[in-house]
């Protein structure tokens, strides 16, 4: 055994787990080859999230890269504009609406994909399918769903007495209902996310739980709500947290299926911001709009933080 | 366990069956729909939702494949495909060159500090585009690169990068150090150890890596909307939805085609890989 090796009967008696001394020269290794990632991740997240920030304080607009300094005149007029108070409405029914649904939903589905039955692996990819696709794309599916003419679900509320004839639904042309098919796409594309990861969650706890609440008398209901929920409570947590983000951040669905209309009025914050920012061209303004994105992230920050180092003590 | 009566038991039996059933049919129906638009004669796909006699589920006339050679022979969707897999192969590079090394560093050699580092890398991922696109856009025309495949390949890899050495971290973890351990007493370097023993260990890992940076690409929407505006550039997410729809013509036929084609092979791939997915997110709320 050669000499540079610094005595490596000690190194292997002494596992480096998290905590323990690691050598000098796998620390600078370790700084080196992570070096590459911090940089990239400063210059393209965290110096544009601070240049949003920045810009949001500014007159900038698309055409020229000069500007001038305006304080929080981006944000007053914002706040003062109905489009703007409509789509803050909107996102936070949106968010609220889509994630209660999804909830509910994948609390049933992912039990009831608890079991074992036949075709269960078929039936798993089929439910997971919505969420693999490009939203994009599944989006234009629902579009022609909705289609003002040809919309199937017409037909079927028509087929089934729901609409008399003469009588007709103008799906995306009417704000109401509008709203309701984006909620109705975005649960349909959440749900399999989340179930996922409650399904996780179910099948961490030990059986014999179960079979603890059962001798002790405790209904199917009971288990459920007293036993089981509480032990998934981090698993929700996440389910949650990453759901709102994911729903309150989108603009994808509204853009594709509304464009905000009729009249803006199923703009969500962050379409308004693409609207305003990007094909408006008030760079300024789209950014003041995008800012108020950053409280919802910012609370969620904190709590993954949070339950990260609660894990780490458990 | 208590007994449960012969009667109860069918009941719950008919009732799991009914709700499986319901969420299949709720989560395939838009993707039915798109076979069915994708082959249908024009004659047989726009009668108009008020005639209730004609069941708009079934083939009323036989199917044809004209929508499909539209869709090849006199769109772009072609270019849009190749568009997007230049983009895609050029982002998992970069993913994996900056990934694979912060990924391993962070599971081996940074200890206690490389915890909480991790943590604030993954938060990163959701810093959402939304929030983002105002200040690239201004990035994007500094450079000179709007309108260009570059801009797409230089911003992706901001959602790839921290998601996946997140993922590469955990996987880096789960192998046993004894390995590169015990190649390091036998005279190996770390990094001959990296490169000779881990690397080829962590195949299952770069692969799920290669795949989700892949998918995440072709699913990408927003930053495409704003950095394209040629349509011969766009990629097939955006090129779809923006350019497929000419004015009021109906083209129902080849857009379902377009989107049941770009989205099948992607919801099969993605399957496979969806539980390594899910488990990146779920990483301490589980024990």
């Known amino acids: ?314 | 366990m208590v007994a449960v009566s012969p009667a109860r038991r069918a009941l719950n039996a008919v009732v799991h069956r009914a709700t499986i059933l319901f969420f299949i049919a709720f989560a395939i129906f838009p993707f039915y729909w798109m076979v069915v638009t994708s082959f249908k004669q024009n004659a047989d796909l726009y009668v108009g939702a008020t005639d209730i006699r004609h069941n708009p589920f079934i083939f009323n006339r036989p199917p044809t494949l004209d929508h499909l050679r539209t869709l090849f022979g006199q769109t772009l969707y072609p270019t849009w495909l190749m568009n997007t897999l230049l983009v895609g192969v050029a982002v998992v590079g970069i993913t994996l060159l900056l990934a694979v090394p912060a990924g391993y560093s962070l599971a081996r050699l940074t200890g206690r500090w490389g915890e909480r580092l991790s943590i604030a890398i993954f938060l990163t991922y959701l810093v959402p585009s939304t929030l983002l696109f105002i200040p690239f856009s201004r990035l994007v025309s500094l450079l000179g690169l709007t309108n260009s495949h570059w801009a797409l390949i230089l911003i992706y890899p901001t959602f790839t990068v921290p998601f996946c050495t997140w993922l590469l971290m955990g996987f880096f973890k789960s192998l046993p150090k004894e390995i590169e351990e015990s190649a390091m007493v036998d005279g190996c370097s770390r990094v001959g150890a990296i490169g000779r023993i881990v690397l080829p260990l962590a195949v299952p890992g770069l692969l799920t890596v290669v795949i989700f940076a892949l998918t995440l690409v072709i699913q990408e929407f927003v930053y495409s909307l704003t950095f394209i505006s040629s349509v011969e550039k766009m990629t097939v997410s955006v090129g779809v939805p923006v350019a497929l729809v000419r004015g009021d013509v109906y083209y129902w036929g080849s857009l379902m085609a377009a989107c049941l084609i770009t989205s099948i092979p992607i919801a099969i791939v993605y399957n496979f890989f969806l539980d390594r997915f899910i488990a990146g997110f779920t990483v301490g709320a589980i024990k």
Request: proline share 4%; hydrophobic share 55%.
């Open chain 1, 1 to 314: 055994m050669s000499t540079t090796t610094s005595n490596p009967a000690v190194a292997v008696a002494a596992p480096l787990s998290a905590g323990d001394t690691i050598r000098r020269s796998d620390r600078r290794l370790g700084a080196i080859m992570l070096a590459p990632t911090l940089v990239y991740i400063g210059l393209l997240v965290a110096v544009p999230f601070m240049l949003a920030l920045f810009l949001s304080l500014t007159n900038s607009s698309a055409g020229s890269l000069e500007f001038s300094f305006v304080g929080l005149a981006n944000f007053r007029s914002v706040m003062a504009s109905p489009v703007f108070q409509r789509a803050l409405r909107n996102t936070f029914v949106f968010t609220l609406a889509s994630q209660v649904t999804v909830m509910v939903l994948g609390n049933i589905l992912a039990r009831a994909l608890m079991k074992s039955f036949f075709g269960k692996s078929v039936a798993r990819f089929l439910i997971l399918m919505p969420w693999a696709a490009p939203i994009s794309l599944a989006t234009l599916g629902w579009l022609w769903i909705f289609d003002s003419t040809f919309s199937v679900i017409n037909w079927l509320l028509l087929v089934v007495g729901w609409l008399q004839p003469g009588q007709w639904y103008y799906w995306l042309g009417d704000t109401t209902l509008g709203m309701i098919a984006i909620i109705t796409i975005h649960v349909w594309r959440m749900l399999p996310f989340s179930t996922v990861i409650l399904l996780a969650g179910l099948t961490s706890i030990p059986s014999e739980v179960r079979e603890a609440a059962a001798i002790d008398g405790a209904g199917t209901l009971a288990r459920i709500f007293q036993v089981e929920i509480p032990m998934m409570k981090p698993i929700l947590t996440v389910a949650v947290l990453f759901g709102v983000v994911f729903t309150f951040t989108d603009m994808s669905l509204v853009y594709l299926l509304t464009r905000g209309g009729p009249y803006n009025s199923t703009h969500v914050l962050a379409s308004l911001a693409f609207q305003d920012g990007v094909l408006g061209g008030d760079v300024g303004r789209g950014a003041a709009v995008a800012i108020f994105l950053v409280p919802v992230l910012v609370v969620l920050a904190v709590v993954m933080l949070r339950a990260s180092r609660r894990a780490e003590v458990v």
